[in-house]
C-alpha cells in the first residue's frame, strides 16, 4: 500500500538514521539487472550494472557500496563495487531529469573514467557518439557537470581521439557501435592512438 505524502516523509527521515551503506554477502540469485545478496538470514535485492551481473555467479561472494532510494511505495537499493564509483552515480542523480535508473543505464554504457574525462573537456560529442548517451542528455550532463569535474580527471585528448576514430573503424567492419563500445571501454587509457586502440579491441571481440 503507498505511503501518504506525510507519512512517506516521516518514513524516509526515519530511514535515513538507518541506511544500509555497504553490503558484504553471497549471491542467491541474478537477474538482468539486479542480484539478490544474501546477507545473514536477509536477501536484499541490489540493482547493479549489466558488467556485474555478467561476471558474477550464484554462490559467490560479493561486497558493494550501497545508494538506497526512498520512494513512496518503494525502497531501491544500488550497488557498486567501489566507493568512486558511488559517488559518480550520486553525482549523476545532481543533474536535471535523471533518477537512479537512468544513472545506473549511463554507467552501463561508459566507464566512470570515461564519462570524467568528456565531461571535464565539454566534449559532449564523444559521450554521444562512443559512450552511445542521447544528444541532449549528455549536453546536460557536460553543462550541469563540467565545473564540478577536478583537473585531475582529464583524460588525455588523444584517448579521446583515438576512440572516436576506432569506433568510426569497427563500424565499417561490420561490429555494432555496442560492440564496439563495449571493447573500447576495456582498453587501458595509457593506450591513444586510434590505430592501436582498434588493434587491441579487435583483439577482445576476437576472444569472444
Same mark, same amino acid.
Given at each position: 500500500m503507498a505511503l501518504s505524502a506525510r507519512n512517506q516523509g516521516y518514513f524516509a527521515k526515519w530511514y535515513d538514521s538507518r541506511m544500509i551503506g555497504y553490503?558484504?554477502? @553471497?549471491v542467491k540469485a541474478a537477474r538482468e539487472a539486479h542480484l539478490i545478496v544474501q546477507a545473514g538470514a536477509i536477501g536484499y535485492k541490489v540493482g547493479v550494472l549489466k558488467e556485474t551481473? %555478467?561476471? @558474477?555467479? $550464484?554462490?559467490?561472494? $560479493?561486497?558493494?557500496?550501497?545508494y538506497t532510494a526512498v520512494r513512496e511505495d518503494a525502497l531501491d537499493l544500488y550497488g557498486f563495487a567501489d566507493e568512486a564509483e558511488l559517488r559518480f552515480f550520486e553525482l549523476l542523480l545532481t543533474v536535471s531529469?535523471?533518477?537512479?535508473?537512468?544513472? %545506473?543505464?549511463i554507467l552501463d554504457i561508459a566507464s566512470v573514467e570515461t564519462l570524467?574525462?568528456?565531461?571535464?573537456?565539454?566534449?559532449a560529442s564523444y559521450l554521444t557518439n562512443v559512450s552511445g548517451i542521447g544528444k541532449k542528455t549528455a549536453e546536460k550532463i557536460v553543462l550541469e557537470l563540467k565545473d564540478k569535474m577536478k583537473a585531475g580527471d582529464k583524460m588525455q585528448s588523444?584517448? %579521446?581521439r583515438g576512440d572516436q576514430e576506432a569506433l568510426?573503424?569497427?563500424?565499417? %567492419?561490420g561490429y555494432t557501435a555496442a560492440e564496439a563500445r563495449d571493447a573500447l571501454r576495456e582498453i587501458p587509457h595509457d593506450i591513444e592512438s586510434g590505430s592501436d586502440r582498434l588493434r587491441a579491441a579487435l583483439k577482445l571481440v576476437g576472444k569472444k
Open positions: 553490503i558484504e554477502g @553471497t551481473v %555478467l561476471r @558474477t555467479q $550464484v554462490g559467490s561472494p $560479493v561486497s558493494f557500496w550501497i531529469g535523471i533518477g537512479p535508473k537512468s544513472a %545506473l543505464g570524467r574525462s568528456a565531461i571535464s573537456t565539454a566534449n588523444g584517448v %579521446l568510426e573503424a569497427m563500424r565499417a %567492419l
